[in-house]
């Protein structure tokens, strides 16, 4: 395997995206215009001791009957007593993963 090589810009490449990137560059699935629920997901990236990015996330249990076996972004339905998208997301990934929100 060879390793490609990683610009040392990343993270600031990587937190420009969202002010360019639009839903369907992402997915053909888009959200519905009416109904749905309320959710959120956790995009996590950091870098190991070398500087190399790693991105956190989940697989599905095969035994599900939606997306089984589906990698994924931790998160879900937002809870009544959660801080916005970014409280949801948090609690998601740590009930999750484990994930530390304060880290």
Not at 63 to 92: K, W, Y
Request: zero cysteines; proline letters at 11%; glycine letters at 10%.
């Amino acid at each position: 395997m060879t390793a490609v090589p990683v610009p040392s810009d990343w993270r600031e490449r990587l937190a420009d995206l969202p002010s360019k990137i639009r839903p369907q560059d992402l997915s053909r699935f888009l959200p519905p215009e009416q109904g749905g629920r309320d959710s959120a997901v956790l995009m996590l990236f950091g870098a190991d001791d070398l500087g190399r990015p790693h991105v956190l996330l989940t697989q599905r249990s095969a035994s599900l009957r939606s997306h089984p076996g589906q990698v994924s972004f931790p998160g879900g339905a937002t809870d009544p007593d959660d801080r916005g998208a970014a409280g949801t997301a948090l609690r998601e990934a740590a009930e999750e993963t484990g994930l530390d929100p304060s880290g």
